[in-house]
């Protein structure tokens, strides 16, 4: 903040006390951004490239990030499953012992969540052998699509501008560059549906690339349905009903060019796109209208999703673990317990109000660019802008859970309001001079500055460096391995080790839950060949050879001496 707040002086001094030098710099400054930015190709090349080239360089003290949270082990079930050219897996006979969190395994093996995100992680683990390579894929196109979706709403300097400090915010340390946790399909879909729509409210008849923008309309429509279901929807309608007055505001001659070259050619790609999402449904669910998510919803969870659900009845669950974290942990999950009456619904409100904040408008000085937000009413495309954004908000709080994520679809939206407020405070004038300028150029260097800072190094820890580790020692012992995994009864359920790649039979490493000596010996049985290990992680984070056949494997528990290496 000092930082900032010397910067934010150095600028308005200059402006007041040597105004020709203030003018010298900012307009030679101004005049190279806009020579950038006039060239459409470049500027979207520059947005999607600044973010992943920062990032790779830093991959020598920030290397490729290990997956912590059990979404992330999802996705990652997702990638493998496409990646082998498949949509889903087979039950697998033994399928309790390899029950875990947001995994359906019947009628199929498959992640509960939409695939966009799962098929960008494939694309990059078939063609640079890992699924994060994906994620670094997806930041880019996000920043480029940034870019190319501002265009259609402000100069190209200005676009060019927003495009590079979404990439700076969210492309280098934040988590959407470093998880597998998502955030990126979404803001993608969004950026092409307000991409498409900002150029179709400009149509003119016979408009070139009028085809185009009807396509790309419908496939940030299928994205977002296929990233963030609901929030998608959230933005999704009001865009739709837009493009319905837009279509139909006039009776003009050129109504059947509207529908000719653009309504139809939107209409086949939503076509395949719905075609598509049934058939993935299908072959996941068994019933192409029930999604995956919520058939493991339905299949494990109590809490509703939204907040006119009711609580259902807890099922049978085959792990104290998974019946820990279904009915104790999860109700209380972001309060989620609180939102039974208007008081706690409305504290609740107030920690998701504060996160809106951070993530679509940022810190002190970027929210000094919001101040003439009140003022884009008068304008119509921003005001359809916060209309969607209202909509936006009402259809969130009314959702049981919220993450950064969740904003994807609308980032497009908030880059659009702040900086048209930003050029409104920019041409604000000063007892007659253009003090606006100086104080756009102050918020936007403090604002640069403040998303420089925030690039710092993570490094791994806890228990998921250690299941990697593990994970990796694992598949360099000759022959394949099984570990069981027993928990103690305080184990934190956040903390899950039990997740395997999409051919589990296949996989050189398959990470087991134990349950009764039974049913245990029927794993032996069945992966009988492999080199079977115990892992307690509540008591030590070395795994324990088990003896040949597994019979007497539990002694192994009370073995002092471990001979892992």
Known sequence: MIVNLIIAALVLLLF?????????????????????????VTAVACAAALPLLIRLAMLPIFPIPFPRIHDEFSYLLAADTFAHGRLTNPTHPLWEFFETFHVLQNPSYMSKYPPVQGLLMALG?????HPWWGVV??????????????????????????????????????????????????????????????????????????????????A???ILLNSRPWEGML????????????????????????????VLPCAAVLLVAAGSMLYYCWRITGNPLELPYTA?????????????QKNTPPPLYHHAVMEKFYTQWEPHYQSVDQLKNWHGWLGVEKTRLRMAKNVLFGDFFLLLSCVALPFLWTKAGTRNLLWILAIFAVGLAVEGWCQIHYFGPVLGVAAVLKLESLRRVSTLKIGGRRGGTALSAAIVLC?????????????????????AQIQNKLENEAGTQLVIVRYSDDHNPIQEWVYNEADIDDSKVVWAREMSPSQNQKLFQYFRGRHFWLLQPDVSPNPQPIPEGGMTYSSVADSAQSTWK
């Open 220 to 222: 940030g429509f299928a």
């Open 125 to 129: 683990q078939v063609l640079f052998g």
């Open 235 to 262: 933005i999704a309608l009001p865009v739709a009903l837009g493009f319905c007055y837009w279509l139909f505001k006039d009776r003009r001659s050129d109504l059947a060019f509207r529908l000719t070259n653009v």
């Open 447 to 467: 604002s640069a500055v403040s998303l420089i800072l925030q690039i710092k190094p993570e490094t791994a820890h806890g228990w998921s460096l250690q299941r």
């Open 16 to 40: 007041a006390f040597q105004p020709s030098v203030f003018r010298q710099v900012y307009g030679k400054s101004v005049s190279a951004f806009r020579t950038v930015a006039g060239r459409p």
């Open 296 to 308: 493991v919803h339905k299949t494990y969870s109590t809490v509703p999703l939204f907040l006119w």
């Open 137 to 218: 894929i997806s930041i880019g196109l996000m920043s480029g699509c940034m870019c190319w979706m501002l265009r259609a709403w402000l100069p190209p300097a200005w676009a060019l501008l927003g495009s590079l400090g979404v990439g700076l915010q969210f492309g280098v340390t934040h988590y959407w560059m470093n998880s597998y946790w998502g955030g990126a399909p979404a803001a993608i879909g969004g950026c092409l549906l307000l991409g498409s729509y900002g150029r179709l409210r400009r149509f003119r008849p016979c408009s070139r690339g009028s085809v185009l923008y009807g396509c790309l309309l419908a």
